[in-house]
DNA sequence: CTCACGATCAGCT
DNA sequence: GCTGATCGTGAGG
């Protein structure tokens, strides 16, 4: 999977993002995610994403009923960046997939720390009053920096700014660059997170994790009020 | 216009 | 471990 060829920043080229997505979000795991602030920089190594697949696929996707102005970069080249609000409160990023096929992107959910670990700290603190998840980060928990994908978002400074920017672009603000060379993960598939459990698409196993690592988010179901899903289990593990 | 929605945090049990 | 508050956008009336 190493044939892409690094360039002088490493970051990854054009068919690396142009294949189908559920393949894109395999081997997205364990790739680096590179934010240049000024002159320094964020990295992390990607341990979680889901994959969405697209108009008139996937219910759960933003693009299921076709483009709107929010969702417009799906249906553009891959390699790109689509930034969105969740709700308000947060923002989500996604990497779009094989442009042609309208509407398929692979949600970013979790990395693990490398890179500029004070000014991840520092993003996160600045939004947080004075509660246990302060705490946990003074006290030393970095794996919490960029667990889930709101606080990806926050930890790595992206906001709608960074909304259709080139993820090949290894000068710009934002890219994918190779693994780390010893990373080859322990992949696992599950439900993706949110979803209702009684709905046909919480059977897709669309969420890929690195079993080994701590800055892995929620469980499947987990977010979902009131309900528990089925145990992940209950997915047939997908060969790596 | 109103409504539903997802991720997070704080506060409580 | 659970619950309520919060926010911006899209969809429906």
Redesign the pocket.
Known sequence: MSRQRATRTGALTRAFFEQPVVDLARALVGRQLVRRCGAGWITGRIVEVEAYGGEGVDP?A?SF?GP????EVMFGPAGHAYV???????F?VNVTAQGDAGGKAVLLRAVEPRVGLELMRER?LL????????RELLAGKDHQLAR?????C?AFGID?TLNTVDLTDGDGPLYLAAAEQDAAPRLAWSPR???NPTSASFDWCWRAFDRDSKAV??APGE?F??RRGPSPRRCPARAG
């Not at 709107?68 to 969702?71: A, D, H, I, L, M």
């Not at 889930?148 to 990806?152: I, N, V, Y």
């Open positions: 759960s933003h009923r709107t102005p929010r969702c969105y609000a969740t709700q308000g409160r947060c989500c996160r939004r947080l009053g004075d509660g246990p998840t302060r889930g994908p709101g606080r990806l926050v709608r997170v949110g979803l988010s929620a977010h009020r009131g």
